[in-house]
């Protein structure tokens, strides 16, 4: 490179710049006519470079040596130090470049680099790559927003995790971590997620010392233990791929997760929210969480709370339901369901809740029900439906407008029925002798 005078006169002396093809083979000597202080002021390498020892010899030559292979890259970079623009769009030339401004420490480069990639399509392979970036560049914040891009696609494409599990599975671990890492993850519940946790480990790391230290500093921290159901919990305990002292820890936060208020467990989520494991915050489940409470005496009877968020029940809208978790009576399954539906006497869309009994052999249950949710003023419980029917395994019982009031009335801002943005919901459930 020959550097430029003060006087705006080339200096006599050029810089070799020199490319290895193996370690020691030169193969080509280029010489290029540069402006140091342009290249200082956007460069500590290339500022250290040009300001040890040059000044006190008169000294006008320094050498570079790369690899035949970086030549483009380091010809766009110093285009960029220049005139800010670059001519190559393609995603493997940028990352090259992105590579060449990470070795001569051209952070605006590499943020220039980054942003042009975040603008491209993604692919599965190229969101891979740039998740390693982190970790093969020095300069690593700089790169952090195309990282961050990455996850985000990963999430996305794969939020239904049952519906490209093939591909899934062969994910490496930094694909599975950024999955996982998603509260639209569309899965029936965390004991769910829990499951493929350890179908991919159990795949990935067949070694159980190798699969115990993935799932303990690694991926464990991405299950949701809270709200994992109380029989899956207990499975934890007795699960030979986690370490014992881990799992014994992640169920007793669990279950002093659940036996907090509702105040209290919306305050730890809001805490939690700014980390990067969520472990308190709720995932958008298919089959949604629910408080139960049992009574065995005077009668068989259980008091199952579900909340519901506005956005959640705006998209139910026009035919959409969902799902609550299982719960238990008399060792019968049962479940929620909320539907958007049509009011068959006026044709109006409306809210409707169902109570519907898990198919399971030819078991018949007599039970008496109830249907209640928060109300404003008083924000307490009101009654809203109360019936009776006999079950048989996969029949569901409700009533197609609860609220009696047409869909819009329900979901408005002015509605009685969101308090905070929650619909809170609870039905009674008693055996029937």
Partial sequence: ??????????????????????????????????????????????????????????????????????????????????SNTLSTSTAPGLLDVLMAADKFEVASCMRHCSRLLRNLSMTPESALLYLELPSSVLMAEAVQPLTDAAKQYLAGRYKDITKFQEEVMALPLAGIEAVLS?????????????????????????????????????????????????????????????????????????????AEAPHRQRSLAAEDSALTNRRFVERAYKYRPVKVVEFELPRQQCVVYLD???????????????????????????????????????????????????EK???????????AARSKPTEEYISKYKGNYTFTGGKAVGYRNLFAIPWTSFVAEDS?????GILHLRAELTIRH
């Fill in 182 to 258: 998603s509260d639209d993850l569309q899965v029936a519940s965390e004991d769910a997620v829990y499951d493929f946790v350890l179908k991919w480990a159990r795949a990935q790391y067949p070694k159980l010392e190798e699969r115990r230290e993935i799932l303990g500093t690694r991926l464990g921290r991405f299950i949701r233990f809270p709200y994992m159901t109380c029989r899956k919990l207990k499975k934890v305990l007795t699960c030979n791929d986690f370490d014992h002292d881990l799992a014994s820890k992640a169920v007793l936060e669990a279950l002093f997760f659940k």
């Fill in 1 to 82: 490179m020959i550097e430029e005078s003060a006087s705006g006169d080339e200096a006599e002396v050029g810089n070799n710049s020199a490319w290895n093809m193996d370690c020691s083979t030169v193969v080509r000597i280029k010489t290029l006519h540069i402006s140091s202080p342009i290249l200082a002021a956007k460069s500590p390498f290339f500022y250290k470079l040009f300001s040890n020892g040059m000044r006190e010899s008169e000294q006008r030559h320094v050498t570079l040596r790369i690899n035949a292979s970086e030549e483009a890259a380091l010809m766009e970079l110093l285009n960029f130090m220049y």
């Fill in 416 to 420: 009685l029925y969101f308090i905070n």
């Fill in 308 to 358: 519901l968020k506005r956005e959640e029940c705006i998209n139910l809208f026009p035919s959409g339901r969902v799902y609550s978790q299982a719960f238990h009576l008399g060792g019968q399954g049962f479940f929620l369901s909320a539907h958007c539906n049509m009011d068959q006497q006026s044709s109006i869309h409306c809210f409707g809740l169902f109570l519907g009994m898990q």
């Fill in 361 to 371: 052999g030819s078991v018949t249950f007599a039970v008496d029900y109830e249907f």
